[in-house]
């Protein structure tokens, strides 16, 4: 059996308190639903000396939908908020998720299993490490292989020649919000700061968040989708539960015509960060999603996607259906009945 290390627990009840001790010297790291983090510790990838608890945290529990201001008063479009700590099971039960920000229904549906929905957040979710078929493993067999760059050793066992990691992105919901366009608010004693979920994020296995230790992530908010479409697609190896391999969210504004007027396609677990397929959602701005141009937007979506051999599934393989799933995501965005399709990726018939 593997057992958690020894560490110091905080249990702080307000975001105040978290920042302070946060800002504390040391290593602490901040604990949520721990369905990531316990784990890791376990397995020692993460051995952090203290955790500090958000699940007493009341202000990172609620969901509130606010008019934003505009010139005629405060009944213009309402954006969603959503505390970091609201558990993705409750993401799942709320209508207002469900009835207009579809990729992140669908993301938030598609994570694990429901027991670990109950248990983890939306901000763990965010700030899910990255993963790698060399560093989820414990400890032992790590140290077989003289361990690698991201934990104890120096060298990347999946490009011997890389200076940096090169695990990859496996967040269901970042992609998501991404291409929803969400921004998070982060929080330390120093201060506020509001970033594009975007910006969250970097291209190194190891240091993949731009938030700093000593932040909270506090709050998602996205912006009002009025004649937003959004879908979110996703390959695993379990049809019920797994970690995306390959994953592509995609988003657009529709005219009363049909025709796009603004979209974003976000692909996800192809890279160290979420993957912005901006090309491929250019392809489709000014067009109706007529098969053809459904067909050349998914060849531009792939082209950025550089998956490496370090996931589940074989290499070639994740890199040729990449096409295919783009395909089915704006095949469910011009309104297709996708139920098949969908039974078909949760058995990887593609
Ligand atoms: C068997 C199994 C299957 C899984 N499948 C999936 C899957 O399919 N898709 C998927 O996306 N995930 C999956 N997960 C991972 C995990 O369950 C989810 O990502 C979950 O949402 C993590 O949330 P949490 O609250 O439990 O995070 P925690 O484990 O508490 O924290 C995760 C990380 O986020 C940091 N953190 C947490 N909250 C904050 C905050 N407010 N501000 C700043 N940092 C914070 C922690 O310090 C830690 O580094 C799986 C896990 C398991 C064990
Ligand atoms: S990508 Fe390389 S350095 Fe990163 S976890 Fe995998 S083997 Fe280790």
């Known amino acids: 059996m593997m057992r958690l290390p020894h560490f110091k627990y905080h249990a702080p009840t307000t975001v105040r308190e978290v920042a302070d001790l946060l800002a504390a010297p040391g290593d602490a790291m901040l604990v949520a639903g721990g369905t990531d983090l316990l784990p890791n510790m376990k397995r020692r990838q993460q051995v952090p000396q203290t955790l500090i608890g958000l699940r007493r945290v009341a202000e990172l529990r609620a969901i509130e939908s606010t008019a934003i201001e505009c010139s005629a008063g405060l009944s213009g479009p309402r954006e969603l908020t959503i505390g970091a700590g609201v558990t993705l099971t409750e993401i799942v039960r709320d ?7 579809g990729a992140l229904w669908q ?14 957040t939306l901000g763990g979710n965010l700030c899910l490490d990255t993963r ?10 790590r140290k077989a292989i003289d361990f690698c760059m991201k934990k104890d050793g120096k060298i990347c ?10 695990a990859v992105s496996s967040t269901d919901t970042a992609p998501a919000l991404l291409a929803l366009g969400a921004s998070v608010t982060l929080v330390s004693a120093d201060g506020t700061r509001q970033v594009a979920a975007s910006d969250l994020y970097q291209h190194d296995g190891i240091h993949y968040l731009t938030r700093r230790p000593d932040e909270i992530l506090t709050a998602v908010h996205i912006p009002p989708m009025d004649g937003w479409r959004s879908v979110y697609w996703k390959l695993r190896r379990r049809g019920s539960f797994d970690f995306p391999v390959l994953s592509v969210a995609a988003a657009a504004k529709f005219a009363d015509d049909g025709t796009v007027e603004a979209a974003r396609i976000i692909l996800g677990a192809v890279a160290s960060r979420p993957i912005d397929a901006s090309a491929a959602a250019t392809a489709i701005i000014g067009q109706r999603l007529t098969d053809d141009v459904i067909a050349h937007a998914a ?7 550089k998956p490496m051999d370090n996931t589940d599934f074989d290499l ?5 259906v990449m ?3 783009v395909t089915y995501a704006l095949r469910e965005l011009r309104g297709d009945d996708v139920r098949e ?6 058995k990887q018939m593609l």
């Not at 209508?95 to 920000?101: I, L, N």
């Not at 070639?316 to 040729?320: D, G, I, M, P, S």
Request: aromatic residues 12%; charged residues 30%; proline residues 5%.
């Open 95 to 101: 209508r207002r998720v469900r009835d207009s920000y």
């Open 107 to 120: 993301a938030a549906s598609s994570v694990a299993t429901p027991h670990l929905r109950n248990m983890g």
């Open 132 to 141: 790698c078929n060399y560093y989820d493993q414990n400890y032992e067999w």
């Open 157 to 166: 066992w999946v490009a011997t020649g890389s200076p940096k990691c090169l």
């Open 299 to 305: 060849e531009r979506a792939a082209q950025p996607a």
């Open 316 to 320: 070639t393989w994740r890199k040729r």
């Open 323 to 325: 096409k295919d799933v």
């Open 341 to 346: 399709w969908r039974r078909k990726i949760s």
